[in-house]
Structures are given as C-alpha cells and as structure tokens.
C-alpha cells in the first residue's frame, strides 16, 4: 500500500488592503514515499483526489460539452471521471458509476477513507495510507 503524509504550515499574511489586518492562512503539502510533494488546493475530497489521480498518471482536461461550453474532467487513456460540484458536496462519476460525497469531513480518518474509496472505486489506483505528518 502506497503512503502519502500531510504536513500544513500556518501564516500570517496582509489582508491586501489597508483597512484589513493580519490574518491567519494554512497552507498543506503532501508528501509521497517517492520523495515527490505537492502543494495542495485545501484539506478536503477533491483536492487530494485529484493530487493523487494526477500522481498516478491522470491529467486534468477540458472537453466540450456544448457551443462554447467545456467541462474539467480528469483522463488517462480513454478512461474519464468526470468531478462536479454542488455547495458543499462533490460528485464524481465514471461512466455509469457515481460517488456523491461532502467536499470536508471534520474527522481526518473519514476523509482518508472516501478519498481512498474514490479513488479505488473510480480511478482504480490503489489506497493510499494516508497520515498527519507531525514536527
């Protein structure tokens, strides 16, 4: 089982104007057993599938879905998941299978858990076992 560990370093940054303070920012990294790391999106369902899908060989592509109108989906050979967002939730669907799934889970272990149900299910990479680097 391939493993992968979560670092997140926390900043204060300018709010970009003068009437904004100092706010506080989280930034995350994942690192693969491979030495290779990855700054990722947020802490949550699409941003670690698609940084994982995208290590294991899948490619973020847009295709056309109507005069003008194009889709992002994620591609390796003729393979194609399409993700699709609605609020606070994601779907992703390939071919005749689909996940619907919230984007946050409050409890790491739950979202390490569908990220890797995802990615079994439609991706069909491996799980990855997935942890909380400590400093």
């Keep these: 089982m391939p493993r992968a560990a979560i670092s997140s370093k ?4 300018e709010g970009g104007c003068n009437a904004c303070g100092m706010q506080n920012t989280e930034t ?6 491979d030495q290779r790391s990855a700054v990722l999106d947020h802490f949550d369902v699409p941003s670690l599938v698609q940084t994982i899908a995208q290590k294991n060989g899948w490619r973020e ?9 194009e889709e ?9 998941v399409k993700p ?9 669907q390939a071919g005749d ?6 984007q946050l889970f409050d409890d790491n272990n739950e979202l390490f858990e569908q990220v890797n149900n995802i990615l079994v299910q439609l ?6 076992e997935m942890r909380i680097a400590v400093d």
């Excluded at 995350?28 to 057993?33: D, P, S």
């Excluded at 992002?72 to 194609?80: G, P, W």
């Excluded at 699709?84 to 992703?92: A, E, P, T, V, W």
């Excluded at 991706?123 to 990855?128: R, S």
């Design 10 to 13: 926390a900043f204060l940054i």
């Design 28 to 33: 995350f990294t994942i690192h693969f057993e």
């Design 61 to 69: 592509t847009a295709i056309p879905v109507g005069i003008g109108e």
């Design 72 to 80: 992002i989906v994620l591609k390796r050979a003729d393979a194609v």
């Design 84 to 92: 699709r967002f609605l609020g606070d939730q994601i779907i992703y």
């Design 97 to 102: 299978q689909r996940i619907q799934t919230k």
């Design 123 to 128: 991706f069909k990479i491996e799980p990855y």
